[in-house]
Every structure is written in structure tokens, then in C-alpha cells.
């Protein structure tokens, strides 16, 4: 017997290639064309719900840890493999804060900005709905042994799932190219850390190659399998919004899996008559790793069916190439310039009518600081999203009674040194540095009083 669903296959998204491949298979790039893979699914075979709502039952069940997850909950919409592989550590259990605070700080209006705190997931980061789905995948196909390059996150959930699951890992950093608060993480959950000498696109590289020379499976974006646990954060937002989407979804761009992500969701979601509108996705990039923006604003590269215009990547790569350009962010989460899932983004840009643009580290920085301030905090490159979304109120694209919901990637202390010196070295208008006082309780409560 097969352990894996014949209601799913793997399908390459290339149209002039479209070679399917059975949910058995690890795969991370269709093997007969290169190009990247989706999950597909018969829905026809696949009792999915007449109404999303429908979903909400699910919550009676919940000492039952599949119900309780965030991501298999909806295990409806993410059919690939019997229940007996699914892997939970209780992932998925985020908020989505309406933020009025914020809002009026921001020129919105009450009621209508949301965040959507994926920081507050068991790793800290929203990766961990993307390992839940690639851990589950991994253990069906029965694999001992897993790797990721990444920027920390991807890192740090990785160790936490894969010692959940007793499987080695490891991890491929850039060499002081991740914070610390993620890079803790990964050495305490176990994982064999790797630092190279080079940036994430280094890393990228280096292990799709040790992936396919030693048969490791690899749980970076490229794993259509982690896609598939990431888009049921676009469920929770709509479950949170009692079940209605929001107009605008706004997320920050790094290797460009959430944003893919996220698209194909609302994708499925309209195909099955579940949504009546899909929400405009906004995908923000820092300005010193800003190549969907080059590429998107700048070159007017798009989907166009599947037929990307390749040509204006690889000239664009091969400028950077020559320029021996690295990029640079204090969001180093996104410190990203050839993302991998580009054609993905593209088709979610494509199916969202989505806009992109680019903001600077000091943007992100003031965003973090309001975030912090008025909310429950998040690293920097999840503030890329209020920081967009300023240029977006500014520029006219989103009004102020549009429902936005940003996704904050992040937990505030993955990143506490970018935070600790944006305070004590009053780099922006919303530093708060401590005050420094002699042991004396006369001078101590001078400083308090009114
Ligand atoms: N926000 C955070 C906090 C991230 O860690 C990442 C990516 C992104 C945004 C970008 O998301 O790739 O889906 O566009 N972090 C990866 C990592 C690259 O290795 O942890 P994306």
C-alpha cells in the first residue's frame, strides 16, 4: 500500500513543461525541466467543506492535537498524507490583533488595521506552519535526515521539528549574517550548524547541492510541501475576520515562499467557491535586497501565464554577478537577492492583483518601534510590512477604510540587538533609551515624578 495520497500530486509549474510526480517522491525542482513544483489536488476526491465556518467545528475537538494545530485544522485544504504522518507541535496558534492604536497613528481607520502575530508560533517565526507540512511530507517519504540554508528562522524551526521527529539537521548560515536570537535557537535545539563564508544566496546554493549528493531532504521554501503549511495562515486571517477576507494582505519578501504561498491559497479558495473575492497582496522588500522590486517595478517582469520572461532574470543575476553585489538589511531575514521562489510571487502577485515596493532600514526600524509601542513587537523584517504600507496610504493604492491585515513574521526577540541599539542609540524618532541615574533615591524619583 502507498503511504502517501493519490489526491495530491507534485506538478511543475512550468506550462510548456507540467510533468506530475506522486506525493511519494522528495523533490524540490521538477526533474525534468528545473523548474519549481506545486501541490495539486483532486478536489473532487477531497470532502471539502461547503463553507469555510465549517472549519470552526474543529475547535470542539481540540485535545486532539490535529485539530488543535493551526495548520491541520484545515487539514481539508492540505491533503497530501495520511493522518498517521502528520507532525504538530502545536503550531499555528496566532493572532490576529485589530490595532487601533496604530491605526490612527497611521491614518487608518479604527477597526481596519490587523496584525498578524506568526511570532507568537513555537519557534517564534511563521515557518513553523511550513515545517508542520514539510516534517510530515519528510516522515512519510521516510526520510532520517534533513537540511536548510537560511537567514535563522528557517533554521530555528527546522531543529525544533526535527528533533521533534528524531531526525538529524542541518543548518547552512551566512557567517554574521543572522541574529542572535535565532541563531541560539538552532544550537540548543541540536541542529549541526554550518556557517559559510558568504551570504544566504551562498548558503542556497551550497545546499540544494549537499541535498542531492547525499540524499538530505531539504525544508527550505523550494519544498513545495512547506508552501502548503504556510497558506493556512491566510485561513486563520479570514477565520479571525469571522470568516470574510480582508481587502489587503501585506507581507514582507525574502525568498518569496509566504507571498507564493499565500496567493495560491485564495487561488484555491475562489476555485472552490469557498471565497467570493480574493484580498490584493502587497509583498514589501528592504531596499538593500530589493530584486522583485527591481524586477517587478523596475523591469515589468510578470507572470504572464506561466511564461515568465526568464531572459530579464538572468540578465539581472548576472548584473549582480558582476557587481559582486551581497545585499545588505538590517532585516536580515530578507537579506535576500535571488529568491527562490520568484515565479511563484509572481503568480501570487498575478492572482492578487498584488503591488511591490521597497522601504529603507530606518522605515523599518520607526515601523518596529510603533509596532513594539502600540503593539506586541516583531523582528524588522516583519515591520517592512507597516513601513510598506505608509508608502501605500501616502501613494493612494490603499485607503484608509480598506481592511488590512500585515503578517508579522517574527517574534520582537529573535533580533534583541537590532532593537537594543535603535533604543540606546536614539537612531530614530521613536528610540526610547533608558535613563541613566545615580543609586540615589532623591535623583530616582526626581526622574519619575510628573
Ligand atoms: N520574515 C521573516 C521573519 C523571515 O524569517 C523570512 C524568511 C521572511 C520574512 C521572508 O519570507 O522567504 O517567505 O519571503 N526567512 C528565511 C529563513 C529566508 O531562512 O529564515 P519569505
Given at each position: 500500500?502507498?503511504?502517501?495520497?493519490?489526491t495530491?500530486?507534485?506538478?511543475?509549474?512550468?506550462?510548456?513543461?507540467?510533468?506530475?510526480?506522486?506525493?511519494?517522491?522528495?523533490?524540490?525542482?521538477?526533474?525534468?525541466?528545473?523548474?519549481?513544483?506545486?501541490?495539486?489536488?483532486?478536489?473532487?476526491?477531497?470532502e471539502?467543506?461547503?463553507?469555510?465556518?465549517?472549519?470552526?467545528?474543529?475547535?470542539?475537538?481540540?485535545?486532539n492535537?490535529?485539530?488543535?494545530s493551526?495548520?491541520?485544522?484545515?487539514?481539508d485544504?492540505?491533503?497530501?498524507?495520511?493522518?498517521?504522518?502528520?507532525?504538530?507541535?502545536?503550531?499555528?496558534?496566532?493572532?490576529?490583533?485589530?490595532n487601533?492604536?496604530?491605526?490612527?497613528?497611521?491614518?487608518?481607520?479604527?477597526?481596519?488595521?490587523?496584525?498578524?502575530?506568526?511570532?507568537?508560533?513555537?519557534?517564534?517565526?511563521?515557518?513553523?506552519?511550513?515545517?508542520?507540512?514539510?516534517?510530515?511530507?519528510?516522515?512519510?517519504?521516510?526520510?532520517?535526515?534533513?537540511?536548510?540554508?537560511?537567514?535563522?528562522?528557517?533554521?530555528?524551526?527546522?531543529?525544533?521539528?526535527?528533533?521533534?521527529?528524531g531526525?538529524?539537521?542541518?543548518?547552512?548560515?551566512?557567517?554574521?549574517?543572522?541574529?542572535?536570537?535565532?541563531?541560539?535557537?538552532?544550537?540548543?535545539?541540536?541542529?549541526?550548524?554550518i556557517?559559510?563564508?558568504g551570504?544566504?544566496?551562498d548558503?542556497?546554493?551550497?545546499?540544494?547541492?549537499?541535498?542531492?549528493?547525499?540524499g538530505?531532504?531539504?525544508?527550505?521554501?523550494?519544498?513545495?510541501?512547506?508552501?502548503?503549511?504556510?497558506?493556512?495562515?491566510?485561513?486563520?486571517?479570514?477565520?479571525?475576520?469571522?470568516?470574510?477576507?480582508?481587502?489587503?494582505?501585506?507581507?514582507?519578501?525574502?525568498?518569496?515562499?509566504?507571498?507564493?504561498?499565500?496567493?495560491?491559497?485564495?487561488?484555491?479558495?475562489?476555485?472552490?467557491?469557498?471565497?467570493?473575492?480574493?484580498?490584493?497582496?502587497?509583498?514589501?522588500?528592504?531596499?538593500?535586497?530589493?530584486?522583485?522590486?527591481?524586477?517587478?517595478?523596475?523591469?515589468?517582469?510578470?507572470?504572464?501565464?506561466?511564461?515568465?520572461?526568464?531572459?530579464?532574470?538572468?540578465?539581472?543575476?548576472?548584473?549582480?554577478?558582476?557587481?559582486?553585489?551581497?545585499?545588505?538589511t538590517?532585516?536580515?531575514?530578507?537579506?535576500?537577492s535571488?529568491?527562490?521562489?520568484?515565479?511563484?510571487?509572481?503568480?501570487?502577485?498575478?492572482?492578487?492583483?498584488?503591488?511591490?515596493?521597497?522601504?529603507?532600514?530606518?522605515?523599518?526600524?520607526?515601523?518596529?518601534?510603533?509596532?513594539?509601542k502600540?503593539?506586541?513587537?516583531?523582528?524588522?523584517?516583519?515591520?517592512?510590512?507597516?513601513?510598506?504600507?505608509?508608502?501605500?496610504?501616502?501613494?493612494?493604492?490603499?485607503?484608509?477604510d480598506?481592511?488590512?491585515?500585515?503578517?508579522l513574521?517574527?517574534?520582537?526577540?529573535?533580533?534583541?540587538?537590532?532593537?537594543?541599539?535603535?533604543?540606546?542609540?536614539?537612531?530614530?524618532?521613536?528610540?526610547?533609551?533608558?535613563?541613566?541615574?545615580?543609586?540615589?533615591?532623591?535623583?530616582?524619583?526626581?526622574?519619575?515624578?510628573?
Amino acid at each position: 500500500m502507498s503511504s502517501h495520497k493519490d489526491t495530491a500530486k507534485q506538478k511543475c509549474i512550468n506550462p510548456c513543461c507540467g510533468s506530475e510526480f506522486d506525493c511519494g517522491q522528495s523533490l524540490f525542482k521538477c526533474p525534468d525541466c528545473g523548474d519549481l513544483l506545486d501541490i495539486i489536488y483532486d478536489w473532487d476526491r477531497i470532502e471539502v467543506p461547503s463553507s469555510l465556518s465549517d472549519f470552526a467545528k474543529r475547535w470542539a475537538t481540540k485535545s486532539n492535537p490535529l485539530d488543535f494545530s493551526g495548520v491541520w485544522r484545515f487539514r481539508d485544504m492540505v491533503d497530501f498524507c495520511d493522518d498517521k504522518y502528520k507532525v504538530t507541535i502545536g503550531e499555528g496558534q496566532t493572532i490576529l490583533q485589530q490595532n487601533d492604536d496604530l491605526a490612527g497613528v497611521l491614518g487608518v481607520n479604527p477597526g481596519c488595521l490587523h496584525l498578524q502575530y506568526e511570532g507568537l508560533n513555537p519557534s517564534g517565526s511563521f515557518k513553523d506552519n511550513g515545517m508542520a507540512a514539510a516534517f510530515s511530507h519528510a516522515k512519510m517519504v521516510g526520510v532520517k535526515s534533513s537540511a536548510c540554508a537560511s537567514t535563522g528562522n528557517t533554521a530555528a524551526s527546522m531543529a525544533l521539528y526535527a528533533h521533534s521527529c528524531g531526525m538529524k539537521c542541518t543548518v547552512f548560515i551566512g557567517e554574521g549574517r543572522i541574529a542572535f536570537g535565532k541563531l541560539s535557537q538552532s544550537m540548543d535545539y541540536g541542529g549541526h550548524t554550518i556557517q559559510i563564508r558568504g551570504d544566504f544566496d551562498d548558503c542556497m546554493k551550497q545546499v540544494q547541492s549537499v541535498c542531492l549528493q547525499l540524499g538530505i531532504y531539504l525544508v527550505n521554501s523550494l519544498n513545495p510541501f512547506r508552501l502548503e503549511g504556510q497558506k493556512t495562515i491566510m485561513l486563520r486571517i479570514i477565520e479571525q475576520f469571522g470568516w470574510q477576507v480582508p481587502d489587503w494582505i501585506i507581507a514582507p519578501g525574502g525568498n518569496l515562499g509566504n507571498s507564493s504561498a499565500f496567493g495560491k491559497m485564495f487561488s484555491e479558495l475562489k476555485e472552490l467557491g469557498l471565497i467570493a473575492k480574493i484580498p490584493r497582496l502587497a509583498v514589501i522588500n528592504a531596499t538593500g535586497a530589493s530584486t522583485l522590486t527591481d524586477l517587478f517595478n523596475g523591469k515589468g517582469l510578470r507572470w504572464n501565464g506561466g511564461n515568465v520572461d526568464e531572459a530579464i532574470i538572468n540578465d539581472y543575476y548576472a548584473d549582480l554577478t558582476a557587481k559582486n553585489f551581497s545585499p545588505h538589511t538590517c532585516a536580515s531575514a530578507i537579506e535576500i537577492s535571488r529568491p527562490v521562489n520568484m515565479k511563484k510571487c509572481l503568480r501570487a502577485l498575478d492572482i492578487c492583483n498584488g503591488v511591490v515596493l521597497a522601504v529603507t532600514d530606518e522605515e523599518i526600524l520607526d515601523a518596529k518601534a510603533q509596532i513594539g509601542k502600540y503593539g506586541l513587537g516583531c523582528e524588522p523584517a516583519s515591520a517592512a510590512t507597516i513601513a510598506g504600507l505608509k508608502h501605500l496610504l501616502a501613494n493612494g493604492t490603499i485607503a484608509a477604510d480598506e481592511r488590512v491585515a500585515c503578517v508579522l513574521t517574527g517574534y520582537l526577540l529573535k533580533d534583541p540587538d537590532v532593537t537594543v541599539n535603535y533604543h540606546k542609540n536614539k537612531q530614530g524618532a521613536f528610540s526610547n533609551p533608558p535613563v541613566q541615574v545615580d543609586n540615589d533615591l532623591e535623583q530616582i524619583i526626581e526622574l519619575i515624578k510628573e
